[in-house]
């Protein structure tokens, strides 16, 4: 007979591994739709991909011979394949503009935009949360007012105007900030890449100058990011801080003499924690999605930088690279999140 502690053992390990296996099944089913979707978008758009390659004024013999050498002479469903082959071999195709592998110029670029939406992230959640707890706790007063105000502007005040003031201001007239772009041109280089964020490679280097020069470059688009992921936190974590503030368990804390700090943090603020993973995730998906405006105010050599110019310049292969990466970040985010709720919450295990 076999030991039943065993069995035992199997089955509490079974719902872990059901569990494990479901998310990955779902992460490749999501991912693979990511890859119709842009596979769709290459094929619709009105752009020849192999104009962009050889030239509008190619001869016809040219044109011919790399169309068969780009597989288009193919079935779609041959195409979609061998799409999703290269993709799952990190063969993005080669960028019209750069002449590089799309896969390389991504490992280049991304990081300079990880760096700044990281960055922005941080300053939304360590300003917009107690701005919103506070907020709640105020509710009806003028500190209550002026922070749905400023969350207001954070929703209205377009970024790239917001931006150019931040320049003209901070840069241009109390030089307390440095100007566009990651770093002084006379520092660039001076750091050996490592992993590709400019503030950490610094440190390993040891090289104080280069880092508070990268400082100095990147407060200002990060403050700006900042400004909108705070302003839809502060506005969440109210909500849901006004909820929580009319239970009657608080009601109960507040009579026995609980501290209101105490009410607010421990009582109030630890039921809330799942749901503003959620606005937390989102916010920072959207910081790496929706940086295209800021890189270009700020020329910030980023992902959004490089989808611009990729768009101006009709490379597509450059286009839906960028386009996936953006699509992977938000899977693996949105995933990263449901991980969290499952450590957080012990009603989701």
Do not use: C
């Not at 503030?199 to 900042?226: E, K, R, Y």
């Not at 929580?244 to 943090?265: D, M």
């Not at 295209?292 to 292969?317: H, K, Q, R």
Request: hydrophobic share 50%.
């Amino acid at each position: 007979m076999g030991d039943p502690r065993n069995s035992r053992t199997s089955a509490e390990y079974w719902p872990f591994l059901r569990g494990f296996l479901g998310f990955v099944l779902t992460v490749a089913l999501t991912f693979l739709g990511l890859l119709a979707i842009t596979f769709f978008i290459g094929r619709v758009v009105p752009i020849d991909p192999v104009l962009a390659v050889v030239g509008d004024r190619a001869p016809p013999a040219v044109y011919e011979k790399a169309r068969l050498a780009l597989g288009l002479d193919k079935p779609w469903i041959v195409q979609f394949a061998n799409y999703v082959w290269n993709i799952l071999h990190g063969d993005f195709g080669t960028s019209v503009s750069t002449k590089n592998p799309v896969i390389e110029d991504l490992a280049r670029v991304f990081p300079a935009t990880l760096e700044m939406a990281t960055l922005g992230i941080i300053i939304g959640v360590v300003i917009g949360v107690p701005m919103g707890v506070i907020a709640a706790s105020r509710q009806g007063s003028w500190t209550d007012q002026v922070i749905r105000v400023l969350g207001l502007l954070g929703y209205s005040v377009p970024a790239f105007w917001l931006g150019l003031v931040g320049l003209a201001l901070f840069y241009a007239k109390l030089k307390l900030v440095g100007g566009p772009g990651r770093i002084d041109i006379f520092y660039d280089g001076l750091v050996p890449p490592v992993t590709g964020l400019l503030l950490i490679d610094s440190l390993i280097a040891g090289d104080t100058d280069v880092f508070f020069n990268a400082i100095s470059h990147i407060m200002l688009p990060a403050f700006v990011l900042g400004f909108y992921s705070l302003a839809y936190i502060a506005r969440m974590t109210r909500s849901f801080m006004l909820d929580q503030l009319g239970q009657e368990y608080i009601t109960t804390a507040r009579v026995k003499g609980v501290p209101e700090w105490l009410v607010l943090w421990r009582h109030a603020f630890r039921p809330i924690r799942v749901p503003l993973i959620t606005v937390i995730a989102l916010s920072y998906a959207g910081l790496l999605e929706g940086s295209v405006m800021i890189e270009t105010v700020f020329s910030w050599p980023g992902i959004g930088n490089y989808l611009t110019s990729a768009l101006l310049n009709a490379d597509m292969n450059a286009v839906l690279g960028s386009t996936l990466v953006i699509g992977a970040v938000f899977i693996f985010i949105n995933k990263l999140s449901d991980v969290l709720y499952r450590v957080l919450d012990p009603r989701a295990r």
